[in-house]
């Protein structure tokens, strides 16, 4: 299987795409154009709950409450599975770039899914608390 990668929306050149681009975040980037980013799969339902993202973005949880809610919530999606499934025939053949809008990576869920997408092999670093 190729690699998971995890790629800010941002940092992504629009040429010469050769792999494949999966959407990880709820919202589209802000200002970041559909023909510049070209993805081949956004599905929103796999992101956190709107009160989770809410909750751990404001510091109402902690890093590895969120963590821990998350992956619950990942569990006890019924659309996991099928998502999980189309990463892996992606991978077959295409390095998978997880495209998030996020700022800051490591204050957000985007290492949660590539944990549960390769789990079993990997650990996720810890969550940092939100830099003030």
């Known amino acids: 299987m190729k690699d998971l990668v995890i790629k800010r929306a ?32 956004w599905d ?3 992101t956190p709950t709107s009160t989770l993202r809410k909750n751990f973005h404001s510091n109402a ?18 659309n996991w599975d099928g998502f999980k499934k189309k990463i892996n025939e992606f991978r077959k053949d295409d390095t998978v770039y997880l495209v998030t809008g996020a700022k ?7 290492f949660v899914i ?17 830099r003030k």
């Not at 949880?61 to 619950?72: L, M, T």
């Not at 590539?114 to 939100?130: D, N, Q, V, Y």
């Open 10 to 41: 941002y940092d992504i050149k629009d040429d010469n795409k050769k792999e494949k681009r999966v959407l990880i975040d709820r919202l589209w980037p802000r200002g970041v154009s559909k023909d510049k980013l070209q993805i081949d799969l």
């Open 44 to 46: 929103k339902s796999i």
């Open 61 to 78: 949880i902690s890093g590895e409450d969120f963590e821990k809610k998350y992956k619950k919530e990942i569990e006890n999606n019924k």
């Open 104 to 110: 800051i990576l490591d204050h957000s869920h985007t």
């Open 114 to 130: 590539k944990e549960m997408l390769e789990r079993g092999c990997c650990k996720s670093p810890k969550i940092k608390k939100a």
